[in-house]
């Protein structure tokens, strides 16, 4: 049995955010999902830089890496999950985890790279209480038995 897929709907249907940008890092697609983690439309994203959604102290560091994936065709976040603050439309700080897939032109070279993105922030905070309590119930069990 062969069906076709209608893969615009197919990513506007998606739960996590897929996001597409062009060689020069220039947002091409950005699904609904994308428009509810991150705040900004599709309107709003669409030719913009990624410096939309990362937080500036990261900038550097993100484009350093993105140029070498461009340059080079290789990322090791096509099968390991990449963890990273992200900005919300509001200003508010977000933890988002991420693979990426390259898209290849006819020659060869990488045309654009897919980000399929997860919101973490909630298990990340929840995560980070956690730690807390146990530094804390750690400390007054060393001080109990000091």
Known sequence: MSSTIDFSH??????????????????????????????????????????????????????DG???????????????????????KEGKSLSIAFTVAMLHAPDGAVSAIVAIVRDETLRWNEERAIKAKLAQLEAAAAAGTA
């Open 10 to 63: 197919f990513v506007s249907a998606l739960g996590d955010a897929v996001i597409v940008c062009d060689a020069a890092g220039a947002i091409t697609v950005w699904n609904p999902a994308a428009t509810r983690i991150f705040g900004f439309t599709e309107s709003d994203a669409l030719g913009q830089s990624l410096d939309l959604i990362i937080p500036e102290r990261q900038r550097q560091r993100h484009w």
């Open 66 to 88: 993105y140029h070498k994936t461009m340059a080079t065709g290789e990322t090791r976040y096509g099968s390991d999950l990449l963890r990273v603050p992200a900005l919300h």
